[in-house]
């Protein structure tokens, strides 16, 4: 039932009409609100019991997971608090982001194949096995790769572009460095992989045709480019049209000394900014997420961001 003093208390504080503009269109997780707003367990809980207690939310579990969503009783006064805590919302700074992340979560949850590599992810490393490896396991995946022009933007001495290679039908490495490109180009005539070619140019602009390539490759480089939106906008441009891009990057991260002992440009990105540069360069099919976090400090995390041209 809502209570109207505890409403009107509770629509006083700006992180809370953050959340009850998240929920008004659907229910989220405990969890997938920590995400979208980058707070911890403790504030969120606590936010969210005072809404419900309030009368403005209501819950539901599933499993050990609490899924919260906007009370639904039809009463008028109730509709009318919550439509204003939605257009406050609107004049908060965090509005875009949180609108950015909402989407890149609500995505993510819909795509129940990411959900289960998780799972089998987790299984994987559980217990010892012989001959269990990540390297096993993925020679294994690459012999099921189809046969594609790759691009690799920032390839480096060309790791994956030469493990790519022997299954692609011709792999692009561009990077640039001269003598990352001098290198690169020797290992492969020496390992005689004549469908890898290296090439020297720069991220945002990498010289390649339009429409020329399936797919485009930014592992851990998108950091050291000047602008990494540009980066993103002219790996759509080389794709083909269902082409995909691919961007491993570390997350947003506090470690200052990245600057010097890794010439990183940026310290990682959010996952908001990743979907929101995929998106402003049209890409479709947008998924973001962390697909691993180390062990020891300063606890570098991995993001994944995928897109359709």
Known sequence: MLSTLKAFRALGDATRLRILAL???????????????????????THLGLLQESGLLQSRREGKRTFYKLSTNGDEVLNGFLSLAVR?????????????????VLTRRRAQDQVYFNQVAGRFGRNYGPGRSWQAF????????????????????GLISELLARKAKSVIAVDNSEKMVAYGTQKAKKNGLKNLRFKLGDLENPPLDDASVDVAILSQALHHAEKPDRAIAA??????????????????????????????RWLGFTEGELHGWLEA??????????VAREDEPPHFETVLACGIK
Do not use: C, W
């Open 23 to 45: 929920l008004e269109k659907d229910e989220l997780s405990v969890a997938e609100l920590q995400e979208i707003t980058r707070m911890g367990q403790s504030r969120i809980s």
């Open 88 to 104: 406050g919302a609107k004049e908060l700074p965090d509005r875009g982001a949180d609108q950015l992340n909402l989407k890149r």
């Open 138 to 157: 993925g020679q294994l995946l690459l012999r099921l790769m189809p046969s594609l022009d790759i691009a690799d933007l920032g390839s480096g001495e």
């Open 235 to 264: 790996a759509h441009r080389i794709l083909r049209p269902g082409g995909q891009l691919l961007v491993l990057d570390l997350a947003r991260h506090k470690f200052e000394q990245a600057h010097e002992l890794y010439g990183d």
């Open 281 to 290: 360069a049209s890409f479709k099919s947008i998924e973001v997420t962390v």
